[in-house]
Antibody, heavy 120, light 109 residues
């Protein structure tokens, strides 16, 4: 069974950065894009971007351009999402997600979510 | 959200409900649509992919369709356990970005 296991909850101060990891298992890590989606408290889902684990190429949502960096380490099948210059509006649960089928946008597999709290 | 969903829908147990998702030619009009169910405190769950296909384990009470720049999720034989938030999602070819609808809260009265 495909598993995506994320790092634990974080508390950060405004202006800081946070880096969330997502370890993939039981599939070939480089075959599927890894996407990052966030959800602020009581709000909807928001797509942040994706990384091609094979090439390292990325696409970011315009809203996060210049503030988000997605990377990967293929040796340990792990993707990372780093968000900088945090504000209270970045308080949210951050998910990594993988397509159900290769090449498809539909996310059949999700990490358990990582709560990032930004507070002074 | 670029994809427009009604904020809420409701129906009685056993009845049918539909949830709409409206977009544009560069997103829904040019790409497959997926639908997700999210129960409180849990990660979203894929209900429909490629407009109308169900992943294994998803009952046929859930169906999806797409026409032009709109998509619809249908749920028949409503159960109290179906109370959740539902999201549509797709890719936007012009933006090269993913997107979700704002979400629809389903209440089973």
């Amino acid at each position: 069974q495909v598993q995506l296991v994320q790092s634990g909850a974080e508390v950060k101060k405004p202006g800081a950065s946070v880096k969330v990891s997502c370890e993939a298992s039981t599939y070939t890590f480089t075959d599927y894009y890894m996407h990052w989606v966030r959800q602020a408290p009581g709000q909807g889902l928001e797509w942040m971007g994706r990384i091609n684990p094979k090439s390292g190429g990325t696409n970011y949502a315009q809203k996060f351009q210049g503030r988000v960096t997605m990377t990967r380490d293929t040796s340990i099948s792990t993707a990372y999402m780093e968000l900088s210059r945090l504000t209270s509006d970045d308080t949210a649960v951050y998910y990594c997600a993988r397509a159900y089928i290769i090449g498809l946008y539909g996310f059949g597999y999700w990490g358990q979510g990582t709560l990032v709290t930004v507070s002074s | 959200s670029v994809l427009t969903q009604p904020p809420s829908v409701s129906a009685a147990p056993g009845q049918k409900v539909t949830i709409s998702c409206s977009g544009s030619s560069s997103n829904i009009g040019d790409n497959y649509v997926s639908w997700y169910q999210q129960l409180p405190g849990t990660a979203p769950k894929l209900l429909i992919y490629e407009n109308n296909k169900r992943p294994s384990g998803i009952p046929d009470r859930f169906s999806g369709s797409k026409s032009g720049t709109s998509a619809t999720l249908g749920i028949t034989g409503l159960q109290t356990g179906d109370e959740a938030d539902y999201y549509c999602g797709t890719w936007d070819s012009s933006l090269s970005a993913g997107m979700f609808g704002g979400g629809t809260k389903l209440t089973v009265l």
